[in-house]
């Protein structure tokens, strides 16, 4: 099984701050790779797939990058509703794994 | 406007049994794969299960084989989980998933979540 790894688990960020994520898998998954936002008590929302396409209606202050084992999720200049938990996901083989998970929480 | 809405959970004893429902509209829904999820209290998303277009093919998670079956009512746009032999480590909120149209060796993009729905496991 493909192991997918996320840091940080959580960060205190401010409104406004530009925040990183990165993901990384224990193997090369090329460029099959999305992230997902999760409020409590929402449905998760597909934010990025294929490692960079934005999904539609996301705000262009989500972007993607990464290739092989190396991925990251950058939201610049933070809005208040982007508090919430952010998963990476790989789509490259089954069974699909997520990423542990990493919690944004207003500081 | 996509909407996926399940329906079934509860509380069952370990060792019963319990079947999932998934309400799709908004979409053509025998175009696309679609997936189960789950969400232990505490806890991250785990993958559950997958099913290609037509229901010919199924894929599992390795905790859930042999206990769970996926299946769909393309007629009915309808996506369901028969869970059986169900254990304290099942309780999760169980979402569904609309996969993408090119299910190759049991994976494609995710694009689309509905809520979910609890599933509790308890005496």
């Known amino acids: 099984d493909i192991q997918m790894t996320q840091s940080p688990s959580s960060l205190s960020t401010s409104v406004g701050d530009r925040v990183t994520i990165t993901c990384r898998a224990s193997q090369n998954i090329n460029n099959y790779l999305s992230w997902h936002q999760h409020k409590p008590g929402k449905a998760p929302k597909v934010l990025i797939y294929?490692?960079?396409d934005l999904q539609s209606g996301v705000p262009s202050r989500f972007s993607g990058s990464g290739s092989g084992t190396d991925f990251t999720l950058t939201i610049s200049n933070l809005q208040p509703e982007d508090f919430a938990t952010y998963y990476c996901?790989?789509?490259?083989?089954?069974?699909?794994?997520f990423g542990q998970g990493t919690r944004l929480e207003i500081k | 406007e996509v909407q996926l809405l399940e329906s079934g959970g509860g509380l069952v004893e370990p060792g019963g049994s319990l079947r999932l429902s998934c309400a799709a509209s908004?979409?053509?829904?025998?175009?696309?794969?679609m997936s189960w999820v789950r969400q232990a209290p505490g806890k991250g998303l785990e993958w559950v299960s997958t099913?290609?277009?037509?229901?010919?093919?199924?894929y599992y998670a390795a905790s859930v084989k042999g206990r769970f079956t996926i299946s769909r009512d393309n007629s009915n746009n309808t996506l369901y989980m028969q869970m059986n032999s169900l254990r304290a480590e099942d309780t999760a909120i169980y979402y569904c998933a609309k996969t993408g149209i090119n299910l190759v060796q049991g994976v494609d993009d995710f694009d689309f979540w509905g809520q979910g729905t609890l599933v509790t496991v308890s005496s």
């Open positions: 099913i290609s277009s037509n229901g010919g093919t199924t």
């Open positions: 908004g979409l053509t829904f025998y175009n696309y794969a």
């Open positions: 294929a490692t960079s």
């Open positions: 996901q790989q789509t490259y083989s089954v069974p699909i794994t």
